[in-house]
C-alpha cells in the first residue's frame, strides 16, 4: 500500500486548529474530505505538528496511505483542487511517495517556528489574523538577549499549557532568535518538538522583556521557578506559524 507525503499551506483562520474535531472546521478534517472526494478512499492522516486554533503553517507536513497508487503530480493537482472547491484556506504545496517507514510525526528531527509580531502604533490591514499586534515599541536588542537565557536543555514548566499532555516539561530548546525588519518582529524557535503552548508562551514573556517590564534575569528567574503562573502573557495564535520540519 502506497504512503504519501503531502507538504502544506494554510491559513489557521477559522480553523479550529490542525486536529480533526467533531462538528469544527479543522485543517486535517480538510484534507482528509478532500482525499475521499478524489480517491473515494477515508483515510486518516498524520501531521508533523498538532497546531491550535487559528496558528498558521508554510510547511507542515502529514502522512497518509492509500490502496492505489497515484503520481504525485495526481496526488498534489486533485487535492488542490477539491480543496479550493470547497473553499479552504491550505495549499498542498508538494506531493511523493515515500517508503512505509516514514512517519510525519515521529521520523521528525527537528521543528521551526515564527511568530511574527507587528509592532507599530497603527494596526494591520492587509496582515489582520496574521500577525500580533503591539502597538508599543519593543526593545528587539533585550528581547534576544534574554532568549539565549532560555536555549539548552530546562524544564519548561513555566511555558507549558496546563493541558499539555507531554509525558515530561523537559525539552531542548536550539534556537531564538529575536530579529527585526521594519515594523515587523520575527522570533524564530527550533526544536526537536515543543510543548503546548511553548513558543507562544516565551513570545509572551520576551514582550515583557520588550516593553521594559522584565529583565533577562527576570526571564531566567520565571524559566527556573518551573511555576506556571510565572510566565508571561500567552502569545495570540495570530501570529504563530509552522515555517520547517526537518527529516
Not at 534574554?146 to 513555566?158: E, P, S, V, Y
Request: net charge neutral; with cysteine.
Amino acid at each position: 500500500m502506497p504512503r504519501y507525503r503531502i507538504d502544506i499551506e494554510y491559513d489557521g483562520q477559522g480553523y479550529a486548529g490542525w486536529q480533526r474535531q467533531a462538528e469544527l472546521p479543522s485543517v486535517q478534517g480538510a484534507i482528509e474530505s478532500a482525499i475521499l472526494a478524489f480517491s473515494g478512499e477515508s483515510v486518516t492522516i498524520r501531521g508533523a505538528g498538532r497546531t491550535d486554533a487559528g496558528v498558521h503553517a508554510t510547511a507542515q507536513v502529514a502522512h497518509f496511505d492509500l490502496p492505489r497508487e497515484y503520481t504525485s503530480d495526481k496526488v498534489q493537482g486533485a487535492l488542490n483542487a477539491h480543496l479550493k472547491l470547497a473553499g479552504e484556506r491550505v495549499s498542498i504545496l508538494k506531493a511523493a511517495i515515500v517508503s512505509d517507514d516514514f512517519d510525519a510525526r515521529f521520523s521528525a528531527k527537528a521543528r521551526h517556528y515564527l511568530y511574527a509580531i507587528l509592532n507599530r502604533r497603527a494596526p494591520a490591514a492587509l496582515m489582520r489574523g496574521n500577525v500580533w499586534h503591539v502597538p508599543r515599541p519593543l526593545d528587539v536588542d533585550a528581547m534576544h538577549e534574554a532568549a539565549q537565557r532560555l536555549l539548552g536543555k530546562h524544564d519548561f514548566t513555566t511555558f507549558r499549557s496546563v493541558q499539555c499532555q507531554a509525558a515530561s516539561p523537559e525539552k531542548t530548546l536550539d534556537r531564538l532568535d529575536v530579529i527585526r525588519n521594519g515594523d515587523l518582529i520575527e522570533v524564530h524557535a527550533s526544536a526537536r518538538s515543543f510543548l503546548h503552548n511553548q513558543v507562544r508562551s516565551m513570545v509572551g514573556s520576551l514582550k515583557r522583556v520588550g516593553e521594559g517590564a522584565w529583565t533577562a534575569d527576570d526571564l531566567e528567574a520565571a524559566l527556573k521557578a518551573a511555576d506556571r503562573s510565572r510566565c508571561g502573557q500567552v502569545a495570540p495564535p495570530d501570529g504563530l506559524y509552522l515555517v520547517g520540519v526537518d527529516y
